[in-house]
């Protein structure tokens, strides 16, 4: 432009340089924005316990699996029950026949006489019968069957109950139960002497209200009357000893008494909560316990939890007492014993004038 006299030249601006390459977003929030927030970092911490917790969840139960098989394969098996021509068909509910014997395998000559077993005797013989029915629904009947019992044993006659186990072991003994009560036996569990006495140790004794003073030489003990605590050799003599006024009566209560002090240690949370209570228990138990060859761990743990409720504990009707060529025998009343068996066989409550509440 031409010059002029007291004029100014135009304002010049300078223009940024661009060398065709692209620059990287400015840093920094711009004027009058807030501070963007930092990207929200992992929960590793909750992660890692989540893992851990996972973690010993499935060695827990890599561990009980193992328990329950360990225990399984301890348990004695034999073929306690055997089919026959006739046999009773399948009656309502589960039953086991549980049987206490007097075996002494595993005894030292030490423990022998520590436990007042007396010794060897010759064959096998059964102290405790008891028949335990589970209904469909309802309570578990737990019957005492009285060893001297006056029954029908196949292939000898009329006999006492618990000769049949000595003259044919566990089948032949089911099979007489069987044909007696007219109810099919599903399980059998068979605990001797040793066993007897080592369960009730492993669980540190058991309390027992004894309702009356028992002092029996032959049994080892001496317990006066009242609620105490009985060690292995005392709770054996308890439920073995005879010397009480009504002799056999008196120990099918005892014993019935005895096993459910028993169950309600071995299922206490105390015992259940602690593993080196329940271990020692459960392996002891398993290791003590013959039963048949189709009988299982989970069966014996299905047969304790009927047995930690509401049960009605009774015995079969007696009818009374009788010499015969076998000794003294016992009587089932009749007809009452076959209402009585009729209705655990059809699923029923027994009838209220039989059940001996």
């Not at 030249?9 to 390459?21: E, L, Y």
């Not at 399984?72 to 026959?84: E, F, H």
């Not at 008494?257 to 020692?280: G, Q």
Request: negative net charge; hydrophobic residues 40%.
């Amino acid at each position: 432009m031409p010059y002029r006299e007291g004029g100014h030249a135009p304002t010049q601006r300078p223009v940024p340089f661009h060398d065709g390459r692209r620059r990287p977003p400015p840093t920094g929030n711009p004027p009058g924005r807030r501070p963007a927030a930092p990207p929200p970092r992992r929960p590793r911490r909750k992660r890692h316990i989540g893992r851990w917790f996972l973690a010993i969840l499935l060695a827990l139960l890599a561990l009980l699996v193992y328990g329950f098989v360990k225990l399984d394969g301890s348990l004695t098996r034999i073929d306690a029950l055997t089919d026959y021509e006739d046999r009773v068909g399948n009656t309502a509910g589960t039953n086991w026949l549980l049987v206490g014997s007097d075996s002494r395998a595993g005894l030292s000559e030490e423990e022998t006489s520590g436990l007042a077993t007396g010794g060897e005797v010759g064959d096998p013989r059964t102290d405790t019968i008891i028949l335990v029915h589970i209904p469909p629904s309802g309570r578990t009947t737990l019957v005492s069957l009285p060893r001297d019992s006056y029954v029908s044993i196949p292939g000898y006659g009329q006999d006492k109950l618990n000769a049949a186990f000595a003259f044919g072991g566990a089948p032949l003994l089911t099979q007489t139960v069987e044909v007696a009560t007219g109810l099919r036996i599903d399980h059998y569990a068979e605990i001797g002497f040793a066993g007897f006495a080592g369960v009730v140790d492993a669980l540190g004794g058991i309390d027992i209200c004894v309702p009356q003073a028992i002092d029996d030489p032959l049994a080892g003990i001496d317990l006066p009357a009242g609620c105490q605590e009985l060690k292995g050799p005392q709770a054996l003599g308890f439920v073995r000893s005879r010397a009480t006024a009504l002799a056999d009566i008196d120990r099918m209560n005892n014993q019935r008494l005895f096993l459910s002090a028993l169950l309600e240690k071995a299922t206490s949370p105390a015992t259940l909560a602690n593993p080196f209570a329940l271990w020692p228990m459960a392996t002891n138990v398993a290791g003590s316990l013959t039963v048949d060859k189709g009988d299982h761990i989970w069966d014996l743990a299905r047969l304790a939890w009927a047995l930690r409720g509401d049960t009605l504990a009774t015995t079969v009707p007696v009818g009374g007492f009788t010499d015969t060529d076998s000794g003294n025998v016992l009587l089932w009343a009749d007809p009452d014993a076959g209402r009585f068996f009729e209705a655990l066989a059809d699923g029923d409550p027994i009838p209220a004038d039989l059940a001996g509440e």
